[in-house]
């Protein structure tokens, strides 16, 4: 398994600013160009940049150093780690647990009704399952399809919220926006509309004749008595 130097730069700084190695032979171990090296040592690159040690990382040894110093010639390996990271292996369909191994086809409809916009490899990532097993979902010739019934594969504990988001924007980026047809909108007629009545009916004309004749009728109407109190 290929070592891989972390941090290069900040290495680099460390060694131009602690040892006596060449600027190829720093160059060559941090995988940088010489003069990117040389712009380091004058000051002029990785200004603020904190020299790492690959002693304490365990990524060079003193007698390692040594030797580069010695002969400008020798390049520089780096050391064996001391602990062993296995490789990644490659990503397939989501592990699912037996027990909700019978809750996938019911998942998987859900999933097909309700988001015909994902693909059978983002379904196939979701509950772990086949596109084989998708597409006779789809197709109706699945040996348990008059039984199915669509539920939501989060409910379900198949995957997580944030997982089903993400697959929907990914399937959702580039795909045309829907027409007025497929959300259900239509246009009416011209003649339907050409008659409509849009605008507010237009205030009356205040008659101040009509206004002052009502005013004193009913001035008149009030009781005699009540004029005859206020005296």
């Known amino acids: 398994m290929a070592q891989t130097l972390l941090m290069p730069k900040a290495t680099a700084v460390w060694l131009v600013d602690n040892t006596a190695l060449s600027f190829d032979q720093i ?24 020299g790492l040690d690959p002693i304490a990382t365990g990524q060079l040894s003193r007698d390692e ?33 037996v027990s909700k191994r019978q809750d996938r086809p019911n998942a998987i409809l859900w999933l097909v009704r309700n988001h015909p916009e994902l693909k059978d490899a983002q379904i196939s990532r979701l509950v ?36 089903l988001d993400m697959e929907v924007e990914k399937a959702s980026k580039g795909r045309p926006l829907p027409t007025a047809a497929e959300l259900g909108a239509t246009l009416h007629a011209a003649s339907e509309t050409e008659h409509l009545d849009f605008y507010a009916e237009e205030e009356k004309e205040i008659d101040a004749n009509a206004v002052f004749a009502k005013l004193q009728s009913l001035k008149s109407d009030r009781p005699k008595d009540e004029d005859d109190d206020q005296y």
């Open 27 to 50: 160059a060559t171990f941090c995988k940088l160009h010489p003069l990117e090296v040389k712009a380091i040592a004058d000051g002029e690159s990785a200004q603020g940049i904190k």
């Open 128 to 163: 772990g399952t086949t596109k084989a097993t998708i597409e006779q979902i789809r197709e109706r010739t699945h040996w348990n399809s008059a039984n199915l019934t669509p539920m939501d594969p989060v409910t379900l504990g198949l995957c997580s919220q944030i997982d």
């Open 65 to 97: 150093i040594a030797r580069g110093e010695k002969d400008i010639h020798y390049r520089l390996k780096i050391s064996e780690p001391k602990v062993r990271v296995p490789d990644s292996k490659r990503r397939g369909p989501r592990y699912t647990p």
